[in-house]
């Protein structure tokens, strides 16, 4: 072991000494050859084998430190499991969302449109209110690609999501890998949302993500849009417990 040196038996320096003839010692180290020096003794069970006090003594109080180490091995079995048992604890879940929402197609602002060859490029922004266990308003803000000669319409663009989820405190949610697809002929729509951190939340904030499809329901007296959507959230960062209960 580094930094420990070995003390070794009287026995073997003094009959070293006489047998090579060097030091001063002479008949003195002779004699201390002869005697059993008092700090070895013979182990119980194991005749003339020789044992250090110093060196058991050692060996004794480190098993001693060992068995009430909280890094000890000897306890180490039982670390994992309740490792295991808090990241349960505070492990964020999933779990199920659903509601209805309305498109304001009335109130919508329109920036621009520009001719294709089969249709045009609408760019607007709308507003879309969602109630349910997502209640607030989606600033929505649309590039909606109409193909007249196949009869669709593709919106994608990005939104943000102002509201509650699941019953928590007002949260700001961004998305901007929305894609909704309309049947032009028979105005039937689908969509899907993933609502995430938005890039302005502060860092220490907590989050969901929601993962959603969306379907037309049809139009409402005023002419709006009517949907129902139905997915899962996780709540993340400082909301981690929230919707599971």
């Known amino acids: 072991m580094y930094g420990m040196e070995v003390e070794r038996p009287a026995a073997e320096i003094g009959t070293g000494m006489a047998r090579s003839g060097a030091g001063p010692c002479g008949e003195r180290c002779r004699a201390a050859a002869r005697r059993r020096p008092a700090s070895m003794s013979t182990a119980p069970g194991l005749t003339g084998t020789p044992v250090n006090h110093t060196l058991l003594s050692l060996l004794v109080l480190f098993l001693i430190g060992l068995t ?28 199920a969302v659903s509601g209805t929402g309305v498109h304001y197609f009335t109130t919508a602002v329109i920036h621009s449109q520009t001719p294709t060859e089969t249709g ?3 760019r607007s922004s709308d507003v879309v209110q969602l109630s349910g266990d997502l209640d607030g308003y989606v600033l929505y803000h649309p590039t909606s690609v109409f193909d007249f000669a196949a009869g669709t319409l593709t919106n994608t663009g990005t939104q943000v999501f102002s509201g509650t989820v699941a019953g928590s405190g007002p949260v700001i949610l961004h998305d901007d890998t929305f894609v909704f697809e309309s049947d032009l002929e028979t105005g039937a729509t689908t969509g899907t949302v993933h609502f995430g951190r938005s890039l302005d939340a502060p860092r220490r ?23 129902d959507y ?16």
Do not use: H, I, Y
């Not at 890094?71 to 670390?79: C, F, K, M, V």
């Open 68 to 95: 009430g180490c909280d890094e000890s091995p000897l306890t180490a079995d039982a670390q994992p499991a309740a490792a295991s048992a808090e990241a349960e604890k505070e492990s964020p879940r999933s779990f």
């Open 120 to 122: 045009m490029v609408q």
């Open 205 to 227: 904030s907590g989050w969901f993500e929601c993962d959603l499809d969306v379907v037309g329901t049809g139009l409402t007296p005023a002419g709006d849009g009517a949907v």
């Open 230 to 245: 139905a997915g899962t959230c996780v709540a993340r960062g400082s909301l981690s417990q929230v919707g599971t209960q």
